[in-house]
């Protein structure tokens, strides 16, 4: 297993070790001793799976308080996964960094409590697996415009299929402050 490290602070691309042959591939897709020796956290409370077809777009969304980190991949399909730093005082508040997803690079990225996260789906249809650090709290969430320009985020679709609350959700500026994390 490859752990790199992004621009943002706690933000990791996980690059689990595949063996494959003319059968298929197997992989650990989470082994908690290898994963915190990594610098990732070994306790995850809630998993979730959710399907959505091309030019969905979910996101940006995070909880506070009880913040989540999440560890997230791709079972099938491709999308272009999002991560913001949401916390208050952060060096890096306001900005992002963004990768591929895919079965085929099989990659994950850990999304720390303090970040808001989004994708958008790229192939016909994608199965996108995540595990959290927190149960879901619905009074906690949380949601960021998905084309705030302040955090001028490239996303590769140009008219996505958006959720009522994604569409409507205000800009990180026009958050109240108290429903943005401190650093």
């Not at 691309?13 to 994963?35: A, K, L, T, W």
């Not at 085929?104 to 808001?116: K, M, S």
Request: proline share 8%.
């Amino acid at each position: 297993m490859r752990v790199l490290r992004t621009e943002l602070p706690g933000v990791l691309v996980v690059e689990p070790q595949v063996f494959g042959d003319e059968r298929g591939f197997f992989m650990e897709s989470f082994n908690g001793r290898r994963y915190r020796e990594a610098g990732l956290p070994e306790r995850f409370v809630q998993d979730n799976l959710s399907l959505s077809r091309r030019g969905v777009l979910r996101g940006l969304h995070f909880q506070h308080p009880r913040g989540q980190g999440k560890l997230v991949s791709v079972l099938r399909g491709e999308v272009f996964d999002v991560a913001v730093d949401v916390r208050r005082g952060s060096p890096t508040f306001g900005r992002w960094v963004g990768l591929s997803l895919s079965e085929e690079n099989r990659r994950q990225l850990y999304i720390p409590p303090g970040f808001a996260h989004g994708f958008v789906v790229l192939s016909e249809a994608a199965l996108f697996f995540y595990k959290c650090t927190e149960y879901y709290a619905p009074e906690c969430e949380r949601t960021v415009l998905w084309s705030d320009p302040e955090i001028g985020i490239g996303w590769p679709v140009e008219e996505p299929v958006l959720s009522e609350k994604d569409r409507k959700a205000p800009a990180l500026r026009e958050m109240p402050p108290g429903h943005l994390p401190a650093c």
